[in-house]
């Protein structure tokens, strides 16, 4: 009986319907409908990634994505609201109005295959890019987003360890988090955002990897790095974000003079996260109301201590324009956080006579809100921004 009680690898955990708590009620029916279609067709069809852990911990998931056995071209064929898209048709978006549900046939690791196959001058369809539900659990990021909700059964099946982290809270890398980083830098400001946004601390050896490898994201795409940190707002947690950001190294990497400054003032207890817990409570405030926070109120928010300590003129546009060059944010991103921070002077004072065309700027409601949330992290009356905003209200619709 040697190996009587070693795990068996090649196989899965699998937890049977009475031991999760995922109910098919809080799933989008319009994934299940693609889940069904797939699976009455005799393809294995997953929830996969980020819905099955919101629904595990018992959020609601912004999106629901499927993983299935099925080729593209077979989704395609299995319905007729299905576009293939991406470099080489390899993901299907089966539409239901305005709605998206991802659909991806189960994957194989590794960003490497990927460009091999891509660059290949002709290589045929039928290669490499695909693989097994196994394949595609190992090549996620991190084990709680590596669970797979088995529609045939109601089980959720389990390669990677996912279903104890959640229920530990832990950010853990799938594989070895050295090779996961260095092969995708991006996944240490993934695990930066699942850590603030559900409050699960990262384990040890994938923090020690971020620490070792946080300079890695200056190889990273621009554009792709500049979204992450725009993913670190929304839910109320940049505070923590922004902390643990600092503390990795990454900040210091993407805006070096920022992490500069909090290292001098404070650490923890820097007057960025001050304004960055104003920005949170705002941010808590806002969602489901409809409203979106604008990320140029984000960026201002972020860099408002750096601009109070310049104290010279020009001041905005200096610490703005950090986030210009080591970011690239769009160029309506940098003007608009310009605006917002040099407003502030405007309306620190109740509008005087005939003085107060400000009102008519687009951004006027933005840098209301600027205001509002500086005065709250520094217990300063509103007063004066009371006033603007009771002539906005008598006279901003006007023009
Ligand atoms: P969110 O709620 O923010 O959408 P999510 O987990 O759904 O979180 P997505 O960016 O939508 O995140 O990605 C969907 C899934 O794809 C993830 O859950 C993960 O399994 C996988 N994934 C995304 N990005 C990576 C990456 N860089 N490396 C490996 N796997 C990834
Ligand atoms: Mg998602």
Same mark, same amino acid.
């Given at each position: 009986?040697?190996?009587?009680f &070693?795990?068996?690898?090649?196989?899965?955990?699998?937890?049977?319907?009475p +031991?999760?708590?995922i109910? &098919?009620k809080n799933?989008d029916?319009?994934?299940?409908?693609v889940? !069904?279609?797939?699976s009455?067709l005799?393809?294995?069809a997953y929830?996969?990634g980020?819905g099955? &852990?919101?629904l595990?911990?018992?959020? =609601?998931?912004k999106?629901?994505?499927?993983g299935?056995? #099925?080729k593209?071209?077979?989704?395609?064929?299995?319905?007729?609201?299905?576009f293939?898209?991406?470099?080489r048709f390899?993901?299907?978006h089966?539409?239901f109005g305005?709605k998206?549900? +991802?659909t991806a046939?189960?994957r =194989?690791n590794?960003q490497?295959?990927g460009?091999?196959i891509?660059?290949?001058?002709e290589?045929p369809? +039928?290669?490499?890019t695909?693989?097994?539900? =196994?394949?595609d659990?190992y090549r996620?990021d %991190?084990?709680?987003n590596?669970?797979f909700?088995?529609?045939?059964?109601f089980s959720v099946?389990d390669?990677?360890?996912g279903?104890k982290d959640i229920?530990k809270k832990i950010?853990?890398?799938?594989?070895d988090p $050295? @090779?996961?980083f260095q $092969?995708?830098?991006?996944?240490?400001m993934?695990?930066?955002?699942?850590s603030?946004r559900?409050? %699960?601390?990262i384990?040890k050896?994938?923090?020690?990897a971020?620490?070792?490898?946080?300079?890695?994201i200056?190889?990273a795409s621009?554009p &792709?790095?500049c979204?992450?940190? %725009?993913?670190?707002f929304?839910?109320g947690?940049?505070?923590?974000a922004?902390?643990?950001m600092?503390e990795?190294?990454l900040l210091?990497?993407?805006?070096?003079?920022?992490?500069?400054y909090i290292?001098s003032?404070g650490?923890?207890r820097?007057?960025v996260f001050?304004?960055?817990?104003g920005?949170? #409570? !705002? $941010?808590?405030?806002?969602?489901?109301k409809g409203?979106?926070?604008?990320?140029?109120?984000?960026?201002?928010?972020?860099m408002?201590?750096?601009?109070?300590a310049?104290?010279?003129d020009g001041?905005?546009?200096k610490?703005m =324009?950090?986030m210009?060059d080591?970011?690239? @944010?769009p160029?309506?991103?940098?003007f608009t956080?310009v605006?917002?921070?040099?407003?502030?002077r405007?309306?620190?004072?109740?509008?005087?006579k005939?003085k107060f065309?400000?009102i008519?700027?687009?951004?006027f409601l933005?840098?209301l809100?600027y205001?509002?949330?500086i005065a709250?992290s520094e217990k300063r009356?509103e007063?004066?921004?009371?006033?603007w905003a009771?002539?906005?209200? $008598?006279?901003?619709q006007?023009?």
């Open positions: 009986m040697f190996g009587f &070693r795990k068996k690898v090649n196989e899965p955990v699998v937890y049977r319907r +031991e999760h708590c109910s &098919r799933i029916p319009d994934a299940l409908k889940l !069904y279609r797939l009455s005799g393809y294995t929830l996969v980020g099955v &852990r919101d595990l911990i018992g959020r =609601q998931p999106d629901f994505d499927v299935t056995s #099925a593209p071209a077979e989704v395609k064929h299995a319905f007729r609201n299905c293939l898209i991406g470099r390899r993901l299907a089966v539409k305005g998206v549900i +991802e046939t189960f =194989q590794s490497t295959v460009e091999i891509e660059h290949a001058a290589g369809f +039928e290669d490499n695909f693989g097994t539900p =196994q394949t659990a996620r %991190f084990t709680v590596g669970l909700y088995d529609i045939k059964d099946i390669w990677v360890g279903m229920r950010i853990r890398a799938i594989g $050295e @090779i996961r $092969e995708d830098p991006v996944r240490m993934r695990a930066v955002k699942f603030s559900l409050g %699960f601390r384990e050896r994938t923090l020690v971020m620490k070792k490898y946080h300079s890695c200056l190889n621009v &792709r790095v979204e992450e940190v %725009f993913r670190l929304p839910y947690c940049s505070a923590e922004f902390r643990l600092h990795t190294g210091g990497d993407l805006l070096p003079e920022l992490s500069r290292a003032s650490n923890g820097s007057p001050r304004y960055l817990k920005l949170d #409570a !705002y $941010e808590k405030m806002m969602t489901g409203f979106e926070v604008s990320n140029g109120l984000r960026a201002a928010v972020l408002t201590a750096l601009y109070k310049e104290k010279k001041a905005g546009r610490v =324009q950090m210009l080591s970011l690239k @944010i160029k309506s991103v940098y956080a605006l917002l921070m040099e407003s502030s405007r309306l620190s004072a109740p509008p005087a005939g065309r400000f008519y700027n687009r951004d933005d840098a809100d205001n509002r949330i709250r009356s007063d004066a921004l009371n006033k009771d002539l906005y209200e $008598e006279k901003g006007e023009e």
